[in-house]
């Protein structure tokens, strides 16, 4: 997907421009899936590394718990919503009274619409 300012766009011209850009757009998509795959590597590697007696990801686990312990509440969010203990968040809302529309509907609809009312009165 195009960043930045859309009205710098420029349109495709032909069947052919557009399938070059479709194909160029396929290698940097990989491109950018390989680079994420070999950092996701890498760091995986470091991780399970050891760090004296313990894996390097063992020792970043006791560092952020310590942390946690200290009184920095980040470091809680991130242990809390790790383990699966995240709260949900809900948003609820009333609506009270009449909410008034102005729609502007062919006539068929309109038609359509008395035949219905009509219909559940019934």
Do not use: C, W, Y
């Not at 890498?42 to 050891?50: C, V």
């Not at 991130?78 to 699966?84: A, F, K, P, S, Y």
Request: hydrophobic share 40%; proline share 3%; no cysteine.
């Amino acid at each position: 997907m195009a960043r930045g300012n859309p009205d710098k766009l420029k349109p495709v011209r032909s069947k052919l421009e557009a399938s070059e850009r479709g194909k160029s757009g396929g290698r940097k998509s990989g491109e950018a899936r390989r680079r994420k795959k070999a950092l996701r590597e890498h760091l995986e590697a470091l991780l399970a590394g050891k760090r004296g007696d313990m894996t390097t990801a063992e020792a970043l686990t006791l560092a952020l718990v310590e942390k946690g312990l200290s009184g920095d509440v980040r470091a809680f969010e991130v242990i809390r919503d790790t383990i699966g203990e995240k709260p949900v968040e809900k948003s609820q809302q009333e609506v009270a009274g009449q909410v008034a529309l102005d729609v502007n509907v062919s006539p068929a609809v309109a038609a359509a619409l008395k035949t219905l009312e009509g219909m559940a009165e019934e």
